[in-house]
């Protein structure tokens, strides 16, 4: 018997073979199936550390923005307190007082407000392709089950049926099969976690977009009331 090890980047592949044995046709099919099926496991893996990593830059994205969006709403409210939008019970302060001077450039608020936005669209935009990736992928597991079609499995299983006529050694090819079978294992488990990154990150997504969007709109009445306040100061 001669050991064979094939280096592949999923795992390496090591089977026996009978030297003085030729290899039929049932046999080189269910080995290019054996070996496909590694190939294929292999792409699938790394579509989904792709998909992953999608995800966690846009996690990191959404940190950065609700990290610019604090201050944006602070100032907010503080505006708001002085345009008598609102009491000042919404200020953070253990003792209000009137007299309290502070000091907040309007022109660099409203901004930040706008470029704020324009990141957010574009956060959009990526949470969109972010959305289509994960349909993709998910319809196509839907529809076949798994990224590896059961005919290879049947074409890997004809060595078994004819293991005396193969030049392979059955006890090797079990075990690596074996050994195939928890790695693919551990690549669907990854794609479970996947998928449940994703429900969490949109779910995150629309929650911070829908508070973003709360606050453009506070901005707004904000700016009316700022722009009557010095149209009446100016009569």
């Known amino acids: 018997m001669k050991e064979v090890v094939k280096d592949h980047p999923l795992r390496p592949i090591i089977l026996r073979f009978d030297r003085d044995k030729p290899q039929l046709e049932f046999e080189t099919k269910g080995l290019s199936a054996h070996y496909l099926m590694h190939d294929l496991t292999w792409e699938a893996q790394q579509k989904l550390k792709k998909l992953n990593e999608q995800l966690g830059e846009i996690d990191v994205k959404i940190a950065e923005l609700e990290y610019y969006l604090l201050p944006i709403e602070q100032d907010l409210d503080i505006l708001e307190v002085f345009l008598k939008i609102k009491g000042p019970s919404v200020l953070p302060l253990n003792n209000y007082d009137e ?13 930040s407000i706008t470029d704020h ?5 574009d956060l959009h935009s ?7 990736a994960y349909e993709q992928h998910y319809d196509m597991i839907y529809e076949i089950e798994s990224w590896i079609d059961e005919q290879l499995w049947k074409d890997v299983h004809q ?15 079990d075990r690596d099969q074996e ?8 690549v669907f488990d990854y794609q479970d976690r996947y998928y449940g990154y994703f429900d969490l990150i949109i779910s995150v997504f629309n929650t ?24 009446n100061n100016s009569e």
């Open 208 to 231: 911070f977009q829908k508070r973003c969007e709360e606050s453009y709109q506070r901005a707004e009445i904000v700016n009316k009331g700022l722009n009557n306040l010095q149209h």
């Open 117 to 121: 936005n324009q990141q957010l669209r």
């Open 179 to 186: 050994e195939f079978r928890e790695v693919l294992s551990d």
């Open 99 to 111: 007299e309290i001077e502070i000091n907040i450039d309007v022109s660099e608020l409203f901004s």
């Open 159 to 173: 060595i078994y049926v004819n293991y005396l006529d193969a030049k392979v050694d059955i006890v090797s090819l």
């Open 126 to 132: 990526e949470v969109s392709t972010a959305y289509a």
